[in-house]
Protein backbone atom coordinates (compact mmCIF):
# COMPACT_ATOMS: atom_id res chain seq x y z
CA UNK A 1 0.00 0.00 0.00
CA UNK A 2 1.37 3.52 -0.78
CA UNK A 3 1.53 6.04 1.17
CA UNK A 4 -1.12 8.34 -0.05
CA UNK A 5 -3.46 5.34 -0.03
CA UNK A 6 -2.36 4.01 3.65
CA UNK A 7 -3.39 7.65 4.97
CA UNK A 8 -6.63 7.82 3.17
CA UNK A 9 -7.52 4.34 4.63
CA UNK A 10 -6.11 5.36 8.11
CA UNK A 11 -8.73 8.99 7.90
CA UNK A 12 -11.46 5.94 6.66
CA UNK A 13 -11.41 4.05 9.84
CA UNK A 14 -10.61 6.60 12.63
CA UNK A 15 -13.51 8.90 10.24
CA UNK A 16 -15.55 5.90 10.72
CA UNK A 17 -14.57 4.73 14.49
CA UNK A 18 -15.45 8.32 16.10
CA UNK A 19 -18.73 8.43 13.82
CA UNK A 20 -20.15 5.17 13.15
CA UNK A 21 -20.96 6.94 9.43
CA UNK A 22 -19.58 5.61 6.41
CA UNK A 23 -17.09 7.94 4.88
CA UNK A 24 -17.70 9.48 1.46
CA UNK A 25 -15.17 10.72 -1.14
CA UNK A 26 -16.43 14.51 -0.53
CA UNK A 27 -15.80 13.90 2.98
CA UNK A 28 -12.22 13.03 2.31
CA UNK A 29 -11.37 15.33 -0.46
CA UNK A 30 -12.32 18.05 1.97
CA UNK A 31 -10.40 17.00 4.93
CA UNK A 32 -7.49 16.43 2.32
CA UNK A 33 -7.60 19.49 0.63
CA UNK A 34 -5.30 19.19 -2.42
CA UNK A 35 -6.30 15.49 -3.39
CA UNK A 36 -9.73 15.85 -5.45
CA UNK A 37 -12.59 13.73 -5.16
CA UNK A 38 -11.89 11.80 -8.55
CA UNK A 39 -8.12 10.69 -7.18
CA UNK A 40 -10.07 9.25 -3.74
CA UNK A 41 -12.61 7.48 -5.62
CA UNK A 42 -9.87 5.95 -7.35
CA UNK A 43 -8.21 5.17 -4.14
CA UNK A 44 -10.96 4.14 -2.72
CA UNK A 45 -11.84 1.77 -5.37
CA UNK A 46 -8.43 0.21 -5.24
CA UNK A 47 -8.87 -0.47 -1.15
CA UNK A 48 -12.39 -1.79 -1.78
CA UNK A 49 -10.75 -4.28 -4.17
CA UNK A 50 -7.50 -5.49 -2.18
CA UNK A 51 -10.71 -5.79 0.70
CA UNK A 52 -10.10 -3.27 3.49
CA UNK A 53 -13.10 -1.47 3.15
CA UNK A 54 -16.52 -2.02 1.53
CA UNK A 55 -20.00 -0.12 0.53
CA UNK A 56 -22.92 -0.89 3.05
CA UNK A 57 -25.03 0.01 0.79
CA UNK A 58 -25.73 1.75 -2.46
CA UNK A 59 -24.35 5.29 -2.80
CA UNK A 60 -23.15 5.28 0.66
CA UNK A 61 -19.71 5.96 1.81
CA UNK A 62 -17.40 3.17 2.58
CA UNK A 63 -16.40 1.32 6.10
CA UNK A 64 -13.80 -0.50 6.96
CA UNK A 65 -14.08 -4.58 6.69
CA UNK A 66 -12.52 -7.05 9.32
CA UNK A 67 -9.72 -7.45 7.31
CA UNK A 68 -9.50 -3.69 7.39
CA UNK A 69 -9.76 -3.77 10.96
CA UNK A 70 -7.12 -6.29 11.49
CA UNK A 71 -4.73 -4.31 8.96
CA UNK A 72 -5.19 -1.23 11.04
CA UNK A 73 -4.55 -3.03 14.14
CA UNK A 74 -1.74 -4.91 12.63
CA UNK A 75 0.36 -1.35 11.60
CA UNK A 76 -1.11 1.62 12.55
CA UNK A 77 -1.57 0.89 16.69
CA UNK A 78 1.30 0.60 19.21
CA UNK A 79 -0.29 -2.50 21.25
CA UNK A 80 1.99 -2.00 23.78
CA UNK A 81 1.32 2.16 24.30
CA UNK A 82 0.66 3.06 27.58
CA UNK A 83 -1.22 6.54 28.59
CA UNK A 84 0.31 8.17 32.14
CA UNK A 85 -3.21 9.97 32.23
CA UNK A 86 -5.02 6.63 32.22
CA UNK A 87 -2.75 4.67 34.40
CA UNK A 88 -3.50 8.00 37.18
CA UNK A 89 -6.95 8.05 36.82
CA UNK A 90 -7.53 3.95 37.15
CA UNK A 91 -5.05 3.55 40.03
CA UNK A 92 -6.58 6.95 42.13
CA UNK A 93 -9.95 4.42 41.99
CA UNK A 94 -8.59 0.96 42.77
CA UNK A 95 -5.91 2.02 45.14
CA UNK A 96 -7.80 1.21 48.11
CA UNK A 97 -9.31 -2.08 46.71
CA UNK A 98 -7.13 -5.61 46.96
CA UNK A 99 -7.36 -8.61 45.14
CA UNK A 100 -10.19 -9.71 43.11
CA UNK A 101 -12.48 -6.08 44.14
CA UNK A 102 -9.53 -4.23 42.89
CA UNK A 103 -10.12 -6.38 39.47
CA UNK A 104 -13.55 -5.63 39.68
CA UNK A 105 -13.03 -1.98 40.70
CA UNK A 106 -10.48 -1.94 37.26
CA UNK A 107 -13.19 -3.30 35.02
CA UNK A 108 -16.13 -1.10 35.90
CA UNK A 109 -13.29 2.47 35.45
CA UNK A 110 -12.24 0.65 32.29
CA UNK A 111 -15.93 -0.01 31.33
CA UNK A 112 -17.05 3.52 31.67
CA UNK A 113 -13.78 4.99 29.94
CA UNK A 114 -13.91 2.50 27.04
CA UNK A 115 -17.81 2.14 26.65
CA UNK A 116 -17.43 -1.76 25.98
CA UNK A 117 -17.73 -4.49 28.11
CA UNK A 118 -15.36 -5.92 30.78
CA UNK A 119 -15.23 -9.50 30.99
CA UNK A 120 -12.56 -11.15 33.81
CA UNK A 121 -11.59 -14.46 34.30
CA UNK A 122 -10.45 -15.01 37.65
CA UNK A 123 -10.76 -18.77 36.54
CA UNK A 124 -12.24 -20.87 33.74
CA UNK A 125 -15.30 -20.75 36.53
CA UNK A 126 -14.95 -17.43 37.92
CA UNK A 127 -16.36 -14.99 35.62
CA UNK A 128 -16.89 -11.34 35.86
CA UNK A 129 -18.76 -9.04 33.74
CA UNK A 130 -19.49 -5.14 33.38
CA UNK A 131 -20.70 -2.77 30.81
CA UNK A 132 -23.08 -4.49 28.99
CA UNK A 133 -25.16 -1.87 28.82
CA UNK A 134 -22.67 0.11 27.17
CA UNK A 135 -21.73 -2.67 24.54
CA UNK A 136 -25.61 -3.11 23.46
CA UNK A 137 -26.65 0.92 23.21
CA UNK A 138 -23.86 0.94 20.29
CA UNK A 139 -25.72 1.54 16.86
CA UNK A 140 -24.33 -1.90 15.81
CA UNK A 141 -26.58 -3.80 18.50
CA UNK A 142 -29.83 -1.62 17.14
CA UNK A 143 -31.26 -4.69 15.72
CA UNK A 144 -32.75 -6.94 18.83
CA UNK A 145 -31.14 -10.15 16.83
CA UNK A 146 -28.28 -9.07 17.36
CA UNK A 147 -27.93 -8.12 21.17
CA UNK A 148 -29.75 -11.70 21.25
CA UNK A 149 -26.95 -13.43 19.07
CA UNK A 150 -24.18 -11.89 21.37
CA UNK A 151 -26.17 -12.48 24.58
CA UNK A 152 -26.48 -16.07 23.83
CA UNK A 153 -22.81 -16.26 23.17
CA UNK A 154 -22.72 -14.74 26.54
CA UNK A 155 -24.72 -16.96 28.24
CA UNK A 156 -22.08 -19.51 27.45
CA UNK A 157 -18.99 -17.80 28.27
CA UNK A 158 -18.04 -20.21 31.47
CA UNK A 159 -18.12 -23.30 28.55
CA UNK A 160 -16.23 -21.11 26.15
CA UNK A 161 -13.48 -19.78 28.73
CA UNK A 162 -11.24 -22.89 28.27
CA UNK A 163 -10.97 -21.87 24.64
CA UNK A 164 -10.53 -18.57 25.25
CA UNK A 165 -8.24 -18.38 27.90
CA UNK A 166 -6.39 -20.93 24.99
CA UNK A 167 -6.79 -18.54 22.45
CA UNK A 168 -4.54 -15.29 24.56
CA UNK A 169 -2.06 -18.08 26.05
CA UNK A 170 0.71 -15.86 27.66
CA UNK A 171 0.48 -12.55 25.77
CA UNK A 172 -1.62 -9.84 24.70
CA UNK A 173 -4.28 -10.37 21.92
CA UNK A 174 -6.62 -8.76 19.77
CA UNK A 175 -9.04 -10.93 18.64
CA UNK A 176 -11.33 -8.98 15.27
CA UNK A 177 -14.61 -10.93 14.03
CA UNK A 178 -14.13 -14.55 13.04
CA UNK A 179 -11.32 -14.76 15.11
CA UNK A 180 -13.22 -13.86 17.96
CA UNK A 181 -15.24 -16.47 20.23
CA UNK A 182 -17.65 -13.88 21.32
CA UNK A 183 -19.26 -13.35 18.20
CA UNK A 184 -17.77 -12.39 14.29
CA UNK A 185 -19.35 -8.91 14.75
CA UNK A 186 -17.48 -7.84 17.71
CA UNK A 187 -13.58 -7.67 18.62
CA UNK A 188 -11.97 -8.96 22.27
CA UNK A 189 -8.97 -7.29 23.52
CA UNK A 190 -7.58 -9.45 26.14
CA UNK A 191 -4.25 -10.11 28.37
CA UNK A 192 -3.82 -13.09 30.81
CA UNK A 193 -4.23 -12.35 34.12
CA UNK A 194 -2.56 -14.19 37.13
CA UNK A 195 -1.96 -18.25 36.60
CA UNK A 196 -5.22 -19.08 34.12
CA UNK A 197 -7.00 -15.38 33.94
CA UNK A 198 -7.75 -12.99 31.36
CA UNK A 199 -9.35 -8.95 31.45
CA UNK A 200 -11.09 -8.61 28.16
CA UNK A 201 -12.77 -5.69 26.52
CA UNK A 202 -15.50 -6.86 24.22
CA UNK A 203 -17.02 -4.48 21.60
CA UNK A 204 -18.20 -4.35 18.09
CA UNK A 205 -15.56 -4.44 15.72
CA UNK A 206 -15.76 -0.24 15.46
CA UNK A 207 -14.11 0.15 18.52
CA UNK A 208 -11.39 1.99 19.69
CA UNK A 209 -8.39 -0.26 19.69
CA UNK A 210 -5.04 2.18 20.65
CA UNK A 211 -7.27 3.59 23.51
CA UNK A 212 -8.74 0.00 24.95
CA UNK A 213 -5.16 -1.57 24.53
CA UNK A 214 -3.99 1.68 27.52
CA UNK A 215 -6.30 0.34 29.43
CA UNK A 216 -5.64 -3.36 29.23
CA UNK A 217 -1.66 -2.96 29.50
CA UNK A 218 -2.28 -1.13 32.72
CA UNK A 219 -4.80 -3.58 34.45
CA UNK A 220 -2.55 -6.21 33.46
CA UNK A 221 -0.30 -4.85 35.91
CA UNK A 222 -2.23 -4.95 39.03
Known sequence: MDKRREQLFKQIVKIYLATAEPVGSLFLADKFGDVSSATIRNEMMALEQDGYIYQPHISAGRVPTENGYKFFVDNFIDVEKRDEKV?????????????????????????????????????????????????????????????????????????????????????????????????????????????????????PMRMGYEKNLELVNFVKTL
Open 87 to 203: DKKIDAIVKDFKGDEKIKAAGRTAAEMSQEAIIVAFSPNQLYFTGLSYLFAKPEFAEQITVTSVSQILDHCEEMMPRVLELIGSGKKVLIGTDNPFGKMCSFIAAPIRDNGLFGILG
